[in-house]
């Protein structure tokens, strides 16, 4: 509070005032972007006494220095674009094609489903013809003869489960 009243007094009694000089170096401090760019900052002091062509040269030259920046900067977002469009056009490639392998594995077993699901056809054809065989028509079989209806359905179990094995393992 007491440095609020000399400030306000300093206007009006010039005993208060003091002589303060404040010089204002070149400053500088960059920041980093998750390794795309670098942004700088920096700040450029000249004396109050200089003349206005000397300012104007100055601020000139400082504009251009940071158009210099901004186009380095343009160009390695550019570059980081592009490169990022690059792998997304490959993850998207290797996708698809990952995609392709799936259908042609989802179709390959499909069709092996398919086949071992024939090959059980004909085993299933001799189990409803063997359980609907009426009684009378079975024993007036010979009794050789209507053994060989189970020994034949047998086989044909053996004959299709046998395969469908083997390609499984």
Not at 126 to 149: M, N, Q, T, Y
């Amino acid at each position: 509070m007491g440095i609020v009243r000399e400030g306000l007094l300093a206007r009006w009694l010039p005993f208060f005032r003091r002589n303060q000089s404040v010089r204002v170096a070149d400053v500088a401090g960059s920041a980093s972007l998750a390794a795309v760019g670098t942004v700088s900052a920096s700040a450029r002091a000249w004396h109050p006494a200089a003349p206005v062509d000397e300012r104007i040269e100055a601020l000139r030259t400082y504009v251009t220095e940071v158009e210099g920046r901004l186009n380095q900067l343009d160009h390695r977002f550019s570059l980081e674009i592009w490169d990022r469009k690059q792998a997304v056009g490959d993850l998207d490639r290797k996708l698809n094609q990952e995609v392709s392998e799936l259908h042609l594995l989802l179709a390959s077993k499909e069709q092996q489903t398919a086949r071992i699901d024939s090959r059980g056809l004909p085993v299933i054809a001799a189990g409803i013809f063997l359980s609907g065989v009426p009684e009378a028509l079975a024993s007036a079989l010979p009794w050789g003869l209507s053994w060989l209806f189970p020994v034949v359905g047998v086989w044909s179990a053996l004959a299709a489960a046998v395969p469908a094995w083997r390609e499984a393992h």
